[in-house]
């Protein structure tokens, strides 16, 4: 009897524990729905506070956007604004500029570059006002600086071509020319440089802007200036040939310069061959340019 009821007791206590572990098991189950529960709720709850605030929010968020786009659109507009303003300053800005004129030669007047820059703007304020506003008042304002400025710029350029423009000396063409046939192949004289490079680059960069502007009277201006120079170069060198040959232009036993060539030829007169034609074209036209 002690046994079975050993055994009973044992039973009694394992039933009684698994007992208590099954009430607690039921209890924090009933706390883990509770908490469930409560977790759906606050989800509940939160995700109506969110839609009332996207509500909310949406419409503030567009019209931010629509001010953003608005504002945007006044910068632009102010912009354009500020473009066409200048536009109708231009001739008050640059009139002082216009009005000394380049300084290329010229004493007292503004740096080319600068120059050219202050008659693009005009230019430009020109095409706006043709295009836009024909009839406005400020356009005449405009073409009238904007031609002056292209006259004077003109008159810089015919006024450095009379600068530099000097005729060649007779004893630099002779040894441009005094080559015989058998030397034209050789190093020969260094052309005389009749307009010095820096000035050069001016003049081609005047003479690019007037023939992009449609003031290409430049090109008869620089034909007669330095048609007249080469023409007293010939000239001179006419005079001077008739000088040292007795009073023949055509002679040429008297010359310093060419008798150490010819003293021992005893041919009257040659036609001069194509070779030496062609060296004469050559040198004649690298005289000629800048």
């Not at 216009?98 to 095409?127: C, F, H, M, W």
């Not at 003109?154 to 071509?161: A, G």
């Not at 820096?198 to 008869?220: Q, S």
Request: hydrophobic share 35%; glycine share 4%; no cysteine.
């Amino acid at each position: 009897m002690t046994s079975l009821d050993d055994r009973k007791f044992e039973i009694t206590n394992k039933l009684e524990k698994e007992q208590s572990n099954l009430n607690i098991l039921v209890e924090r189950l009933a706390k883990s729905s509770q908490i469930s529960n409560g977790i759906d709720t606050i989800l509940n709850t939160f995700e109506t506070r969110l839609s009332r605030l996207e509500d909310t929010i949406l419409p503030v968020y567009n019209e931010t956007e629509n001010l953003h786009k608005t504002k945007q659109n006044i910068d632009k507009t102010l912009q354009l604004l500020d473009n066409v303003i200048s536009y109708y300053e231009v001739s008050s800005n640059v009139e002082d500029v216009i009005e000394k004129g380049p300084s290329v030669v010229t004493d007292g007047g503004i740096d080319l570059e600068i120059y050219l820059k202050s008659l693009n703007r005009l230019s430009k304020a020109q095409k706006y006002f043709e295009k836009h506003i024909p009839q406005s008042v400020e356009l005449e304002n405009v073409m009238s600086l904007f031609n002056k400025g292209s006259d004077k710029l003109s008159s810089e350029f015919r006024t450095i071509l009379d600068k530099h423009n000097r005729p060649i000396l007779p004893v630099a063409l002779l040894n441009l020319i005094n080559n015989d046939d058998d030397a034209l192949n050789e190093d020969l004289p260094t052309v005389p440089i009749v307009i010095p490079p820096p000035i050069r680059a001016e003049l081609i960069t005047m003479a690019n802007w007037l023939y992009n502007n449609g003031r290409d009277e430049y090109l008869t201006v620089y034909g007669k200036v330095r048609g007249h120079s080469m023409m007293k170069s010939l000239t001179s060198l006419k005079t001077y040939q008739r000088s040292v040959s007795g009073g023949s232009v055509h002679g040429t036993a008297g010359s310093p310069m060419l008798r150490p060539k010819f003293q021992n030829r005893h041919e009257p007169t040659r036609r001069p061959s194509t070779r030496r034609l062609q060296f004469f074209e050559k040198k004649a036209n690298e005289v000629a340019i800048f």
